[in-house]
């Protein structure tokens, strides 16, 4: 009884993931306001290199991540190697591109759940800031981190390359 019960719960998860009834919503405060992106999510499945700036935030220590090298000094460069990179992974879609900023999402193959990504040229620091986050759930058992540092190793790998 127990197994046929677990079979259908499966069964509604992948349907439900079908419909897009797990994507979430993007949220409408996306973009960078006074030289920042978006705080990390209050719980457990975001990372930010912008994390620092949060002090009293929760998930501060557990979202910190380090922001990106510009590509040889040049904002457009690695904007571009950037982008390429992101390409390269499956399920990332580039939503918007700027000379500055580049919105993506990654979604998953099975029940489609989204994650934001967030990169913006920090001219002050001279480095693309970057932040991930899942839309839905309150865990993502390190899926943004593990993300970002794959891609980290594809655009330092291009970046290397040129």
Same mark, same amino acid.
């Given at each position: 009884? +127990? /197994?046929?019960? +677990?079979?259908?719960?499966?069964?509604?998860?992948? &349907?439900?993931? $079908?419909? !897009?009834? +797990?994507?979430?919503?993007?949220?409408?405060? +996306?973009?960078? =306001?006074? !030289?920042?992106? =978006?705080?990390?999510?209050?719980?457990?499945?975001?990372?930010?290199?912008? *994390?620092?700036?949060?002090?009293?935030?929760?998930?501060?220590? %557990?979202?910190?991540? %380090?922001?990106?090298?510009? =590509?040889?000094?040049? *904002?457009?460069?690695?904007?571009?190697?950037?982008?390429? &990179?992101?390409?390269?992974?499956?399920?990332?879609?580039?939503? %918007?591109?700027?000379?500055?900023?580049?919105?993506?999402?990654?979604?998953?193959? @099975?029940?489609?759940?989204?994650?934001?990504?967030?990169? @913006? /040229?920090?001219? %002050?620091? $001279?480095?693309?800031?970057?932040?991930? &986050?899942?839309?839905? !759930?309150? =865990?993502?058992? !390190?899926?943004?981190?593990?993300?970002?540092?794959?891609?980290?190793?594809?655009?330092? *790998?291009?970046?290397?390359?040129?």
């Amino acid at each position: 009884m +127990l /197994v046929y019960a +677990l079979l259908a719960l499966v069964v509604a998860l992948l &349907a439900a993931a $079908q419909m !897009g009834m +797990l994507t979430g919503r993007q949220p409408a405060d +996306l973009g960078v =306001k006074q !030289g920042r992106l =978006k705080a990390p999510s209050n719980t457990p499945n975001s990372v930010s290199s912008q *994390a620092d700036l949060y002090p009293d935030h929760p998930q501060r220590a %557990e979202a910190m991540i %380090e922001a990106l090298p510009l =590509k040889h000094g040049d *904002a457009s460069a690695s904007v571009q190697a950037l982008v390429t &990179a992101l390409s390269s992974l499956q399920g990332v879609s580039i939503i %918007e591109q700027r000379h500055d900023y580049v919105h993506a999402e990654a979604q998953t193959p @099975w029940l489609k759940f989204v994650d934001d990504m967030e990169f @913006w /040229v920090n001219p %002050e620091r $001279q480095v693309i800031e970057v932040r991930s &986050a899942s839309r839905m !759930g309150r =865990k993502d058992f !390190g899926v943004n981190r593990l993300r970002i540092e794959a891609l980290r190793r594809t655009y330092l *790998a291009d970046s290397a390359a040129s």
